[in-house]
């Protein structure tokens, strides 16, 4: 069982990494070719960007994914510049209640994609129902992580940068916890949510805007 957490937990993580990667180009070549051909489709959902209420909700939601990075950016290590405004204790503080609140609001949000491209008729595009499911998983287990909080931020941070200096060893206080099954669950998901979204919709969607915009 060991030695699956470690390659769950270490050369998984390379390899999701690589995948998404080399397969980022193969889809970008095969949507620049449809965008040029304009034959791209909007994909899984249908939103009026003329309604403010629309324009407010993707407003939400990208402010909600930057806040997302933002708090997985600090098991890599805090920006110095931003401590000099923000106390550090203030951040590890709401970090937690700003971290539980935006787990329950992406859940939703999730469930709510889901259900509106099962209401979406016509083309069935098979890898967005795959992609939203891992994705609705991964932010679940993210949530009981975030609830029970089982590690600390030193021991994420030390798996990080073991990962980032090519050592993927894994803590002790990592693996000496019951816990740490939740957490190669939410890794590994996280890898295979990347992969899927590559292949999903949601790219050709984003292009087709784009495409859109510019031709009115």
């Not at 990494?17 to 040029?36: F, M, N, P, Q, W």
């Not at 309604?51 to 600090?74: N, Q, Y």
């Not at 949530?143 to 090519?166: G, I, K, M, T």
């Amino acid at each position: 069982m060991e030695a699956i957490l470690n390659f769950l937990l270490g050369p998984m993580v390379y390899v999701a990494a690589a995948a998404v990667l080399i397969s980022l180009v193969i889809r970008c070549i095969g949507i620049s070719k449809k965008y040029k051909a304009g034959t791209l489709t909007e994909g899984y959902l249908n939103i009026d960007m003329s309604k403010k209420a629309s324009v407010i909700a993707i407003i939400i939601l990208h402010l909600s994914f930057i806040v997302l990075l933002f708090g997985h950016s600090r098991m890599i290590g805090d920006i110095p510049l931003l401590l000099k405004i923000i106390p550090v204790d203030f951040l590890n503080s709401s970090g937690h209640i700003f971290g539980c609140i935006l787990g329950v609001f992406l859940t939703c949000v999730f469930i709510f994609l889901i259900y509106k491209r099962m209401q979406k008729e016509g083309d069935n595009f098979t890898s967005d129902y795959i992609f939203l499911s891992i994705a609705l998983i991964l932010i679940l287990l993210g949530c009981y992580l975030q609830f029970a909080q089982p590690y600390s931020l030193a021991v994420y941070r030390e798996y990080v940068s073991n990962l980032l200096h090519f050592s993927p060893a894994l803590p002790k206080a990592l693996t000496s916890s019951a816990n740490v099954f939740f957490f190669a669950a939410h890794v590994l998901l996280a890898c295979a949510t990347a992969i899927v979204f590559v292949w999903s919709n949601a790219l050709e969607h984003m292009a087709y805007i784009a495409w859109k915009r510019k031709n009115g």
